[in-house]
C-alpha cells in the first residue's frame, strides 16, 4: 500500500510522451512546456464527446500540476476507470477564468461522473475551483475522496488537513486502488463507488 508520490505520476506522463513519439523533439528544459501549449493533451489515445460520456471518476485538480494530474489519469486509466480531467476532455474550457459557463460545464460533467478523487497537493492549497468541487460532489454523490500527492511516501497514512480531515483517502497497492478511512478500515474502490463504505 502506497501513497501517491510526484515521481511515480511524472515517470507515467513521460513514458506516454515517450511511446508517442513526439518526446524526441524537445529537451529536458522543455518537457514541462508540453502541458503548456496542449500537445500534452493530444497524447490521450481515445477521443469522446464528454457531452454524452460517463466517467467513473471527476480528477479534481490544480492546473499547476499539470505533469503529475496527466500521469494519475493514466494510472487510474491503467486500472481500468475512466477519468475526466477538464483540460483534456473539454480542452476548449478556461479555467483560469472564473465565469458562469465554466461552473455549468464543470457542475455537468460531475454529474456525469461517479466519483471524485480530490488531487490533494502543495498546489492544491492555493486552488479556488477545488474547494468548490469537493463540495458541490460530495453534497451531490457523498462520493468524494482525497488522493494525497506526495513528494515520498514515507508514510501510507494521510491525516488530512482542516476541512479534508472529514474525507476518506486514497492509496494504491499494486494495480489496485483503494479507498480508507484508516490504516485498518478500507475497501476497494470498485466497491466504494458502487456504495460500500470502509
Request: aromatic share 12%; charged share 20%.
Amino acid at each position: 500500500m502506497s501513497l501517491f508520490t510526484t515521481a511515480l505520476l511524472k515517470e507515467r506522463a513521460f513514458n506516454e510522451i515517450q511511446k508517442s513519439g513526439i518526446e524526441g523533439r524537445f529537451t529536458t528544459q522543455t518537457r514541462a512546456q508540453l502541458v503548456e501549449t496542449r500537445l500534452f493533451s493530444n497524447l490521450s489515445s481515445q477521443k469522446n464527446d464528454s457531452a454524452l460520456k460517463t466517467y467513473d471518476i471527476f480528477l479534481s485538480h490544480s492546473s499547476k500540476d499539470a505533469v503529475e494530474v496527466k500521469g494519475l489519469k493514466l494510472v487510474l486509466e491503467d486500472m481500468g476507470y475512466s477519468v475526466y480531467v477538464d483540460w483534456i476532455d473539454d480542452p476548449s474550457l478556461d479555467r483560469a477564468n472564473v465565469t458562469k459557463e465554466t461552473a455549468l460545464l464543470l457542475q455537468r460533467r460531475m454529474r456525469q461522473s461517479r466519483s471524485l478523487i480530490y488531487a490533494f497537493s502543495n498546489n492544491g492549497l492555493l486552488s479556488k475551483w477545488m474547494p468548490w468541487e469537493l463540495g458541490f460532489f460530495d453534497a451531490l454523490k457523498e462520493t468524494a475522496t482525497v488522493l494525497p500527492i506526495v513528494e515520498q511516501s514515507s508514510t501510507n497514512s494521510y491525516k488530512g488537513t482542516e476541512f479534508l480531515g472529514i474525507y476518506n483517502y486514497v492509496v494504491q497497492t499494486g494495480t489496485s486502488l483503494w479507498v480508507h478511512k484508516s490504516l485498518t478500515e478500507y475497501v476497494s474502490y470498485s466497491r466504494w463507488m458502487s456504495g460500500s463504505k470502509p
